[in-house]
């Protein structure tokens, strides 16, 4: 290793958060050498600055706190053989010459303060990058560029972890999650919350969240309306409110909401960088990878999972998924040749549908969320335009992923071609 180059490997991991922990803790328990890449001091990513409980109740089987969580998947995956690498960042990933007339063999630059610049070559990459936030940036709010606009991830970090409190007035953009979870956690550290502005009809993050972060603290949510403007030139004064009617801003009924302190919490945007220039082709809905029923990009060998793939609700849903993905590779590194695809697609009501394609050897996982907000609504995959499956769902929501399990047998039945078409119908 004196020349900053490791042997080949058989699997490398680029994210060492939910999704890169679980997954190497499956291809390492299965006796592949595998290396998971962390750019962080420690592993764990976004969970070790999510003090707050709630997570592995369906992944671990009990409430933990996000740094629980994460120190409980990278025992598991450290027990199981998995060696991370922390503080190292990936500079590059491409693809090598043939390394045994088998598989390409794919290169990840990389530098790091202990080793310096390094150069990994593995048969087989698992995307596990997560995401970042959607920032000032991608709202065009108009107004100077004053002290106090945050990301709603970057003031959960400031005060969960260097322990800082941002302000003493606050008004949060948008309802996702992260938000919604920084005014309660705002509110407990002395911070007034005016209020959650959010431009859509109904808030993006999850029901629970709604109840235990701002009903709870009376915090008010304003939905149907738009920021017009953070005003101040210094130091953030106030913001600039008007509800909107057709889509459009009501500007005789716009109102201000003084305060010192914005949080932007807008939506996740999967961290793709690496991928697009490895030339991975991207998902123009999800903005993450398009891969087959085995989570593998259009790259042989190349893998992806978690929010870098998909934008998910829980991180036990991303543990499962990562899961899922190295139980694919250990199936690639021994060979195992897929022996046909049924394409999936998205169809009424319906945003996006991961995986692009099920397997018709085996049951097979797929996740979507909806276009809209459905009461009573139903579930439907037709396989060329014939119904093979269908459920009941009580409450739709964009906010809320979908996770449906589609049994072997009913592909089956329908002998295993064509395409897979998921739709939602209200009522």
């Excluded at 309802?175 to 005016?194: E, H, N, P, Q």
């Excluded at 009809?201 to 999850?206: E, F």
């Excluded at 991928?275 to 989570?295: C, Q, Y």
């Excluded at 998205?346 to 099920?358: D, K, M, N, S």
Aim: contains cysteine.
């Amino acid at each position: 290793m004196s020349d900053g180059s490791f042997d080949i490997i058989e699997v490398v991991i680029i994210g060492g958060g939910a999704a890169g922990l679980s997954a190497g803790r499956i291809t390492a328990a299965a006796g592949l050498t595998t290396a998971v890449i962390e750019r962080d001091s420690c592993a764990g990513g976004i969970l070790n600055q999510c003090i707050h409980n709630g997570f592995g109740l369906r992944y671990f089987r009990e409430e933990l706190t996000g740094p629980e969580y994460a120190e409980k998947a990278a025992e598991r995956a450290t027990e199981a053989g998995c060696r991370i690498f922390t503080d190292t960042t990936v500079l590059e990933l491409s693809v090598s010459e043939p390394g045994n007339g088998k598989y390409k063999l794919k290169k990840i630059l990389c530098c790091s303060p202990e080793y310096g610049v390094m150069e990994f070559f593995a048969k087989s990459v698992i995307l596990a990058m997560g995401s970042r936030e959607r920032s000032r940036g991608n709202l065009a709010i108009s107004g100077h560029r004053p002290a106090g606009v945050f990301t709603a991830g970057a003031v959960q970090r400031l005060m969960n972890i260097n322990g800082y409190v941002p302000g003493k007035e606050a008004v949060i953009i948008g309802s996702g999650d992260v938000g919604l979870i920084m005014a309660r956690r705002l509110s407990w550290a002395g911070v007034k919350v005016k209020g959650v502005v959010e431009i859509m009809p109904y808030p993006a993050g999850l029901p629970r969240n709604i109840a235990q972060c701002l009903e709870d603290f009376d915090i008010p949510l304003h939905l149907s309306c738009r920021t017009m403007r953070i005003n101040g030139r210094h130091r953030v004064e106030s913001v600039d409110i008007a509800p909107l009617e057709n889509g459009r801003p009501v500007l005789n009924r716009a109102f201000s909401l003084s305060c010192d302190t914005v949080l932007m919490s807008v939506g996740l945007i999967p961290e793709n960088e690496l991928s697009k220039k490895a030339g991975v082709a991207l998902n123009p809905v999800t903005g993450g990878p398009v891969v087959d029923s085995r989570l593998m990009t259009g790259i042989d060998g190349i893998f992806a999972c978690g929010n870098v793939l998909h934008i998910h609700d829980l991180a036990d849903y991303v543990s499962a998924e990562a899961e899922t993905a190295g139980k694919h590779v250990i199936e690639y590194l021994g060979g195992k040749v897929k022996r046909g695809e049924i394409k999936t697609l998205p169809g009424a009501a319906v945003r996006y549908v991961i995986p692009g394609g099920a397997d018709p050897a085996s049951d097979n996982t797929f996740y979507m969320r909806s276009a809209g907000v459905m009461e009573r609504a139903r579930i439907n995959i037709h396989q060329d335009g014939r119904l093979i499956y269908s459920r009941p769902l009580k409450y739709v929501k964009p906010a809320e992923m979908l996770k449906i399990e589609l049994p072997q047998a009913v592909l089956k039945e329908s002998h295993g071609s064509g395409v897979l078409e998921f739709s939602l119908l209200a009522g």
